[in-house]
């Protein structure tokens, strides 16, 4: 059996990114907190996608070095491309985390889409400090 290995060729986003801007705004945001020496939890999702790519480049034009704990098995394959460690909640603890919504109302409760690995989204913001 042949496999198709484009995907890991190039992660790309499998659909249209809405709210591209305003993303992209948020993950240079969070990619300036990055620190040398981070262990991050990465959510899932558009926003995390477009961060991680923010996170790389900090990473790569200020030389650090940081290890992810990714939350998706679509974010751990961009992390592996973008040069980005990885490690586990069994073997490193999360500095910090980030993650996005897909909706927010008024007494910030957050509407979570794609709800596959939301359970590691829990269980890295409850690990880290």
Same mark, same amino acid.
């Given at each position: 059996?042949?496999?198709?290995?484009?995907?890991?060729?190039?992660?790309?986003?499998?659909?249209?990114?809405?709210?591209?801007?305003?993303?992209?705004?948020? &993950?240079?945001? #969070? /990619?300036? $907190? *990055? !620190?040398?020496?981070?262990?991050?939890?990465?959510?899932?999702?558009?926003?995390?996608?477009?961060? &991680?790519?923010? #996170? /790389?480049? $900090? *990473? !790569?034009?200020?030389?650090?070095?940081?290890?992810?704990?990714?939350?998706?098995?679509?974010?751990?394959?961009?992390?592996?491309?973008?040069?980005?460690?990885?490690?586990?909640?069994?073997?490193?603890?999360?500095?910090?985390?980030?993650?996005?919504?897909?909706?927010?109302?008024?007494?910030?409760?957050?509407?979570?889409?794609?709800?596959?690995?939301?359970?590691?989204?829990?269980?890295?913001?409850?690990?880290?400090?």
């Amino acid at each position: 059996m042949e496999w198709n290995r484009e995907i890991l060729q190039k992660p790309m986003w499998k659909e249209e990114i809405k709210n591209r801007e305003a993303k992209e705004q948020i &993950a240079q945001r #969070i /990619a300036e $907190k *990055v !620190q040398d020496g981070d262990v991050i939890g990465f959510g899932s999702g558009s926003t995390s996608y477009l961060t &991680a790519i923010e #996170i /790389a480049k $900090k *990473v !790569q034009s200020e030389n650090l070095h940081i290890t992810a704990i990714p939350t998706s098995y679509e974010i751990k394959m961009l992390c592996t491309y973008l040069g980005i460690p990885t490690a586990t909640l069994e073997e490193k603890k999360p500095d910090w985390c980030f993650d996005g919504a897909d909706e927010v109302d008024h007494d910030n409760w957050l509407i979570k889409g794609r709800g596959a690995a939301m359970f590691n989204e829990k269980l890295n913001i409850k690990a880290s400090n």
